[in-house]
């Protein structure tokens, strides 16, 4: 084994100590029912596939948009400056102002009566959770010690799954209590179609979160070694672009195996309901239940793992478990999709949750281990930027372009979901595994630049 360098630490007699381990893990708790507000508003588009398209008149590929292409593109261009304002201003006002703009924007959602409405309105979606985690990443990686900072993200990644997942499980049991009626009349609005009814019981709940955040306070920026608390744009992407080979391999990486997990939460519904012919309701409850239990288990136990493995000394401990994570979901997806009944897919469904979830701790804990402090809220949003648009850009319309024009039949949208999964998987495999001698050089670069900053 190469010799690995020796990790990098700051001076701790010229900062605070940090805070006590419960007021941390509140801080992480308050942050993680956040995110899972935004993954309810953002995924419960994923149960409504076929009232949009009857009340919509649009297509696979038009709902695929709706549901990744339109937020991932507004929420990587506004990343990057809200990124560069987590470095510099009020991390938690930023989170709460972003929580109020997607949440009305979600609301918006419930009466928007065509394509472009429904657009526009998700476009501002993308827009407010663009805020939230540049400015989480930066919090919590102020709150915990390095070698707890795996595990600390993996729970606060744990919101994406209970978050998607409570979309498809409360979205199941809306959905069966507003079918009740062909139409409801709703005072200020007027008359709304049950799958609008959800939108609006949906969003509104995340506007009355808001003010909790601010019982969370903002800690001592650690690690800084200069009067700034933050550098400039220009160095920041300088020093990124010193390290384009791990951030290359990185994102990319990593963005492959985004791209296979967002695919699958916008079309696993549909898999089912075409081709074995589950009720919305009964899908929702299903798979709801199973990404909460089975996708948190995946976040949170991949960042452990990686903890665990950093403490024998392994640095690249993120990078290497993302390319495990990539090997072992290629046979759980071939399983997964060919099964020969509803039974069998449910079973195989449950690792393919763990997978799925897996990387989105490991990842950005990644990037907050090779980076200075005073840049990590723009790398945090670069990769954003490139996870995003990989991931929830192309993944969900990647499947409905080849259900539409490959296969061209609807049932057969299992093995699209297999097509793109396989490839992306094996790809992401490739490059994570090529990014593991890269990221100990980054490790070690970053040794040099805080020596360097420290003697300034």
């Known amino acids: 084994m190469p010799a690995q360098p020796a990790p990098v630490s700051t001076p701790q007699s010229t900062e605070p100590p ?13 942050l993680t029912l956040v995110y899972v507000f935004s993954f309810i508003d953002r995924q419960i588009l994923s149960l409504l596939v076929r009232p949009l398209r009857r009340d919509l008149g649009i297509t696979d590929t038009q709902v695929s948009i709706l549901m990744g292409f339109s937020i991932a593109v507004f929420y990587t261009i506004c990343g990057i400056p809200l990124g560069r304002l987590a470095d510099t201003r009020s991390r938690r006002s930023i989170v709460a102002g972003g929580l109020v703009f997607w949440s009305i924007f979600t609301s918006l959602c419930g009466v928007a009566r065509n394509f472009m409405q429904m657009l526009l309105c998700r476009i501002g979606v993308g827009v407010g959770e663009a805020a939230l985690s540049p400015s989480a990443y930066s919090l919590i990686t102020d709150y915990f010690p390095r070698e707890q900072l795996g595990t600390a993200i993996g729970v606060y990644s744990m919101g994406i799954y209970i978050g998607a997942g409570l979309s498809f499980l409360l979205g199941g049991i809306v959905i069966r209590l507003a079918s009740v009626k062909d139409a409801w009349i709703l005072p200020l609005v007027g008359e709304v179609r049950p799958w609008q009814v ?27 070694l200069r009067q700034a608390s933050s550098v400039p744009a220009a160095e920041a992407f300088r020093y990124m672009l010193e390290q384009k080979g791990t951030f290359l391999c990185h994102t990319l990486g990593f963005g492959l195996l985004a791209l296979a997990s967002y695919a699958s939460s916008a079309w696993v519904p549909e898999y089912f309901r075409r081709s074995f012919h589950w009720d919305i309701p009964h899908i929702g409850i299903v798979y709801g239940s199973l990404v909460i239990v089975f996708g948190s288990l995946g976040v949170a136990g991949a960042g452990k793992i990686a903890d665990l493995l950093r403490k024998r000394g392994i640095l690249n401990a993120n990078m290497r478990v993302g ?22 897919a449910t079973l195989w469904l449950a690792p393919g949750c763990i997978v799925a979830a897996a990387p989105f701790g490991i990842a950005p804990a990644a990037i907050q281990q090779m980076m200075p402090n005073s840049m990590r809220g723009q790398a945090s949003a670069v990769y954003l930027f490139i996870i995003n648009l990989i991931g929830l850009g192309l993944g969900p319309t990647a499947v409905a372009l080849c259900t539409q024009y490959v296969f061209k039949r609807d049932d057969a949208v299992n093995l699209s979901l297999l097509a793109v999964q396989v490839t992306a998987m094996s790809l992401g495999a490739i490059l994570l595994g090529s990014g593991l001698k890269p990221f100990l050089r980054s490790l070690e670069r970053l040794g040099r630049w805080t020596s360097e900053q420290r003697s300034a």
Not at 198 to 219: K, S
Not at 332 to 340: E, G, K, S
């Open 323 to 344: 390319m495990w994570i990539a090997l072992i979901g290629i046979p759980v997806c071939l399983l997964l999709y060919l099964a020969p009944s509803s039974g069998w």
């Open 198 to 224: 959800i939108f609006l019981a949906v969003g509104l709940p995340g506007i009355l979160v808001a003010p909790l955040i601010y019982t969370i306070r903002e800690p001592v920026r650690r690690g800084l």
């Open 18 to 30: 940090y805070p006590s381990r419960r007021y941390a893990w509140y801080v992480v708790g308050v």
